[in-house]
């Protein structure tokens, strides 16, 4: 029998056909996106940054085996990032979603979960947000922020990001689906809260990236539960201060209507979820019982006004009265126009308000002027600066009625001249590094002075800045505990005045970077281009990383409690070898810049709550 001849045809018709299949296959799976990983919150990566090690560093134990890994206890939001590498081509339409995680028949919502809105909190346990990049040119200056030996690093200079933009906002300005420029880096940030209720264990799910409505790829997600639950009451004391004229020309709204008060509302929330309380701008005890007692009754925090998360229910616990230099009327208006008997009576006014409505908030008469550095006969306002502080002591201290019991808050250093009359000392992050020893502290204190710290300044503690390592705000809850001070005072959150914030990030004249612009608004009359038409505050990475600082101080609250205060004391110290007046003689900051370093100790503050037992 004869062999059948091949044809040179049929060789042919097969190489073209597999080329075909070939093709097929190739443009079946969308292009665009170079490379996918996933780095813990405490990390800020530049968008051009595309070679950054941390995708492949060992120490980085969220991505481990192209998968995500994070833990964390009950009642508690952890976090992670999702880098998103465009190729040479730019990917469209990118989107992100997270699975339900499910533990036997335990389980916590995923991302498809939750009302539309992404101010209602009510059923929301897992959050989107993209990120948004501000080109950083021009470095913040040392002064208030970091001694020259100890500034951020240079990597801070370029497309960081900072501000964080729900998926609910349009597309085009930072809403889902998004697109990622060619040979760039694209973040998403992912924040999951575990449930009270939450069974301990392990929980499985996936991230699942899509572009062009095509699935991309799918990455496994797995979340450790702790048998431990953090608190709603947060034990730090706080205050961070907002303009209220800034949200309302941002929103276009006039302050003192309802549409203002319910944004403001919004920022309260938001603040709340984050662990810090906002500090209001009150000028007479109608508006307190009005429009202000619920945030510190807690009914501002609960379901029937959209709330849910930690610190359901919990009010605020601290107020400022009479802080950013307008006095409330009950203290006789302006500087100019005080007298000892409106002080008694107005002082008498707030004492009793409190008493009568929410006795357990720590209040505060946070005298002026501001940060006091002169005696003299007159400043600019005809008014003596030391000597009108002294004055209001005097007056509070001899008050025959219940503002006597009112305590008096001075932003200033340790001043020989204000010994005796300060009952509360909050001094500058620079002056706590810089003026202040533990002996100073310590023979106030023994007079039963309080002591708190606004700002921050490297090496002490972290900065504020937006061009510096995302864990600095974290930093500051750590000091907080390993000092013993009473307070954190952030000046403000919402110092927008006339700029264009989404693409400017140097307040001051141009000077600074993301000083006072701690939180972004979420509509822009000012700037109509800007505007992401929602109505409300958007986080930026440092709240998200004070956030994380709170609930490590909530940590360290439990062990506290549980009488591990050994083996707590090792973790703060190896965590933060010095800081405030100790870290005088530093050249550098004695704490890691890496976030992955950070967790490491919580994951030790973490076991050592689920275990209660001492560590080795």
Not at 371 to 396: C, H, L, M, V, Y
Not at 577 to 582: A, F, L, N, S, Y
Not at 585 to 604: A, I, L, T
């Amino acid at each position: 029998m004869k062999r059948k001849l091949s044809s040179p045809f049929a060789n042919l018709t097969g190489i073209l056909l597999t080329v075909i299949i070939f093709t097929a296959i190739s443009c079946s799976k969308p292009a665009g996106i170079a490379r996918i990983w996933a780095v813990d919150d405490g990390e800020k990566i530049k968008k051009e940054d595309i070679t950054n090690p941390l995708a492949s560093d060992i120490n980085n134990r969220v991505w481990q085996n192209n998968s995500i890994n994070i833990f964390g206890g009950r009642n508690e939001i952890v976090a992670f990032q999702l880098i998103i590498q465009a190729d040479a081509i730019g990917a469209q339409n990118v989107n992100v979603t997270v699975s339900d995680l499910i533990n036997g028949s335990s389980s916590i919502p995923g991302s498809a979960t939750g009302p539309s809105d992404p101010f209602d909190y009510r059923g929301r346990n897992t959050e989107l947000f993209t990120e948004h990049y501000l080109n950083m040119i021009k470095r913040s200056p040392p002064l208030w922020f970091f001694a020259d030996s100890s500034a951020p690093s240079d990597y801070y200079t370029g497309w960081v990001p900072d501000c964080l933009i729900p998926f609910a906002a349009a597309q085009g300005k930072g809403g889902a689906p998004f697109q990622v420029e060619a040979d760039k880096n694209q973040a998403v940030w992912v924040d999951i809260l575990i449930p009270r209720n939450a069974e301990p264990g392990s929980y499985t799910g996936k991230v699942l990236i899509t572009t062009e409505n095509k699935v991309y790829k799918t990455i496994p997600l797995s979340l450790t539960v702790y048998n431990f639950t953090l608190s709603d009451t947060s034990h730090m004391k706080t205050m961070f201060g907002y303009y209220s004229g800034e949200i309302a020309a941002r929103h276009n709204v006039a302050r003192g209507t309802k549409e203002y008060y319910d944004l403001e509302l919004k920022y309260h929330q938001l603040a709340h979820r984050h662990r810090f309380d906002l500090v209001m701008e009150v000028s007479n005890l109608n508006d307190m019982s009005d429009h202000f007692k619920k945030y510190f009754t807690g009914e501002t925090y609960t379901n029937e006004l959209g709330y849910d998360g930690p610190g359901t229910g919990t009010g605020n616990t601290t107020f400022s009265i009479g802080y950013g230099g307008d006095f409330p009327e009950e203290y006789g208006g302006s500087v100019e126009k005080m007298n000892r008997a409106d002080w008694w009576k107005g002082s008498d006014a707030w004492e009793t308000w409190f008493l009568n409505n929410a006795p357990d908030v720590e209040r505060f008469k946070y005298l002026y002027p501001d940060e006091p550095d002169f005696k003299g006969p007159t400043n600019a306002k005809g008014t003596g600066s030391i000597d009108t502080i002294i004055t209001q002591a005097r007056w509070t201290h001899t008050n025959p009625g219940p503002g006597k019991n009112i305590q008096t808050f001075v932003t200033n250093k340790i001043r020989a001249d204000l010994k005796g009359h300060v009952d509360f000392w909050s001094i500058s992050a620079q002056e706590w590094v810089t003026e202040l020893t533990s002996d100073k502290v310590a023979a106030e204190k023994a007079l039963g002075r309080k002591f708190g710290i606004y700002n921050g300044f490297r090496p002490g503690m972290g900065a504020v800045v937006s061009d510096a390592d995302a864990i600095e705000f974290r930093v500051m809850p750590w000091v907080v505990w390993k000092y013993n001070i009473d307070q954190y005072f952030y000046w403000s959150t919402t110092f927008w005045r006339k700029l264009d914030v989404f693409s400017n990030p140097l307040t001051y004249e141009d000077r600074i970077n993301g000083d006072g612009t701690f939180l972004y608004p979420g509509q822009d009359a000012v700037f109509p281009d800007q505007d992401r038409n929602l109505a409300g505050p958007l986080s930026s990475v440092r709240a998200k990383n004070w956030r994380r600082g709170a609930q490590d101080y909530e940590y360290m609250q439990l062990a506290k409690q549980m009488g591990l205060e050994k083996e707590l004391k090792t973790i703060v110290d190896n965590c933060i070898p010095t800081g405030v007046w100790e870290a005088k003689s530093q050249k550098d900051v004695s704490w890691s810049s890496r976030g992955y370093k950070f967790e490491e100790y919580r994951k030790q503050l973490a076991e050592l709550l689920s275990s209660g037992v001492e560590m080795k």
